[in-house]
């Protein structure tokens, strides 16, 4: 029988306290990558180019903005994002409780860069 990964978002942001970034990562799951990120008020990751991946953001929690090519894109709870790879890209939360996930095909080990708080 072949591994099925199951994971309640909000048990994992709860569980998480006031932890912000990346709080969970789907394990052994082939060609995709998954991230629960959180981050308070503010907080968010700088400005960046991604050329390797495309990357899905699911609004989880709170809201923010997410910023593609300087141009604003709201994001909260219940909505989605497409953002190809090539594109300058940025996150910020504009609530308490910002979270999202972030759905990709697998490279390398994830690394955010927080704006300061």
């Known amino acids: 029988m072949r591994k ?4 309640d978002l909000y048990e994992s942001l709860a569980a998480a306290g006031e932890q912000a970034g990346a709080i969970w990562t789907l394990e052994h799951s082939g060609d995709i ?6 981050f308070p ?9 991604n050329e390797e991946v495309d990357v899905l953001f699911v609004g989880v ?10 141009h604003e894109h709201p994001l909260r709870a219940g909505t989605v994002a ?7 890209r940025s996150t910020r939360s504009g ?4 979270a999202y996930l972030t759905v990709h095909r697998r490279r390398g080990p994830l690394r955010i860069g927080g704006l300061s708080e």
């Open 4 to 7: 099925v990964n199951i994971v």
């Open 33 to 38: 990558n998954a991230n629960l990120v959180r």
């Open 41 to 49: 008020a503010g907080g968010g990751v700088e400005e960046h180019v």
């Open 61 to 70: 929690s709170g809201s923010g903005v997410v910023e593609v090519d300087r």
């Open 82 to 88: 497409f953002v190809p790879k090539g594109a300058r």
């Open 95 to 98: 609530s308490r409780d910002f």
